[in-house]
Nanobody, 124 residues
Framework: QVQLVESGGGLVQAGGSLSLSCAAS???????????FGWFRQAPGKERELVATIRRSDDHTYYTDSVKDRFTISNAKTKTAVYLQMNSLKPEDTAVYYC??????????????WGQGTQVTISS
């Protein structure tokens, strides 16, 4: 079993930046089985959407179109944490952001482990 804990959410003005972190803990065997980390978000009244993914082995990344060139996902050197640097933030980026991890070889849902979420609010 793997536990994921996010941090770094908050309130920022449009055009600003925020950095989210997600730390993974649990048995070494379980963490080493993770293939992908991902960040998702869910805005009020909307479905949860995939924002970005990163493969633990080689840092290969995927971004949804709406965040390309603004957000950057990265692995910690230890490969037990993942970050999301968010720049040029827009009010439509307001959402609860979730960290997730999965074992199989596809970067796309479903994911196996989830964090509790952290609120990101962008004011206009």
């Amino acid at each position: 079993q793997v536990q994921l804990v996010e941090s770094g959410g908050g309130l920022v003005q449009a055009g600003g930046s925020l950095s989210l972190s997600c730390a993974a803990s649990g048995r070494t065997f379980s963490i080493n089985a993770i293939n992908y980390f991902g960040w998702f978000r869910q805005a009020p009244g909307k479905e949860r959407e995939l924002v970005a993914t990163i493969r633990r082995s080689d840092d290969h990344t995927y971004y949804t179109d709406s965040v390309k060139d603004r957000f950057t996902i990265s692995n910690a050197k230890t490969k037990t944490a993942v970050y999301l640097q968010m720049n040029s933030l827009k009010p439509e980026d307001t959402a609860v952001y979730y960290c997730a991890a999965k074992i199989d070889s596809s970067p796309f849902p479903p994911y196996d482990y989830w964090g509790q979420g952290t609120q990101v609010t962008i004011s206009s």
